[in-house]
């Protein structure tokens, strides 16, 4: 891992499958927080979704690293499945912390998981490992102050970015799928390739 003192965007989720929106999303985020690369976590289980992959974990890699392929500021990480069990962001922070000494991370969510970090495991402790880049999401107002309120270590560590209103969902797709309802121009193509060959999701 890179010990060059970059900007190391980390982008966490289920990712199944990953989709054009997580990308339009990951390249707003990098330009407008200075980013040199941004790391894609699947995770192993969510904590607070009671949300659990459909497909394995060695299929939402494969997607991952067919979506990610001639990208250079684009990686996967597998820390997270690595570690097994619940995937908790601070545990995650912590290792790339120890790993990359001379980076400065991001970790990057939506304005929905901002109004939750107050409740996520150490929260105090995931702003000193990481700044938070938030990216607006559509019907979601952004309350900055309140979050400081709840979480006066928040201060000065959270930046928000506006993006795109982007139509797609992990979970949209995998219904259209389902339904025999194309998914192109809503996932790369390779992975939509994937997805077809293996018959993901549609059963």
Known sequence: MSTDGSRLGIMGGTFDPIHLGHL???????????????????NARSPLKNVSAISSTNDRLSMLHLAVSGIDWLEVSTAEIDRGGVSYTVETLALLAAHNPLST?????????LYDL??????????????????????????IAGIIAALPAAAGRVTTISTPSI??????IRHRV??????????????????????LYFD
């Open 24 to 42: 339009i999303v990951a390249s707003e985020l990098r330009a407008s927080l200075n980013l040199d690369r941004i790391l894609l976590i699947p």
């Open 105 to 113: 991370l991001v970790f990057l969510m939506g304005a929905d998981s």
């Open 167 to 172: 139509e797609i969902s992990a979970t949209d």
């Open 118 to 143: 107050p409740r996520w495991r150490r929260p105090n402790e995931i702003l000193a490992l990481a700044e938070i880049g938030v990216a607006s999401r559509p019907g979601i107002g952004f309350d």
């Open 178 to 199: 389902r339904a025999g309802r194309p998914i192109t121009f809503q996932v790369p193509a390779e992975v939509e390739r994937y997805i077809l060959t293996n018959r």
